[in-house]
């Protein structure tokens, strides 16, 4: 049941985000900013959650995490998000158009959180 619990805190405290952000800025733009940014980045966090999806028999009964695994939850993620970080103003431009270009800088930060969230998932 704590599990549940959990589960439910964790979907609430993010959609928080997003309100907190329309609370205290002036400009709600900054609200759609912000979840195409989160919704850009979710691969990140989803690849290395499937990882330890996949793998999770083995975990159990390993005495560690094999370094290959490790490495390449680690790998994978970080080669997206440094295509992230020299890619992305071209494919926002490219597909959303130059209003969302902010979208861009958060896409930096919020990718870097997203891969150590999934690195916890793992």
């Known amino acids: 049941m704590h599990i549940y619990i959990g ?5 609430a405290f993010s959609t928080l985000a997003g309100l907190t952000i329309s609370y205290f800025t002036s400009n709600n733009s900054y609200v759609g ?10 691969p990140l966090t989803l690849i290395t959650s499937t990882l330890g999806n996949v793998y999770f028999k083995e ?5 560690r995490i094999s370094p290959r695994v490790f ?18 103003q071209f494919l926002i431009g490219r597909f959303y158009g130059k209003e969302f270009m902010p979208v861009a800088n958060y896409l930096r930060i919020i990718g870097f959180g997203a891969i150590l969230h999934g690195l916890g998932d793992f």
Do not use: D, K
Request: no cysteine; aromatic share 26%.
């Open 7 to 11: 589960s439910v805190f964790g979907v």
């Open 71 to 88: 490495y390449s939850a680690l790998i994978i993620p970080s080669a997206i998000f440094i295509f992230f970080i020299f890619g992305s």
């Open 33 to 42: 900013y912000f979840s195409l940014a989160i919704f850009l980045v979710t």
């Open 59 to 63: 975990f159990v009964l390993s005495e």
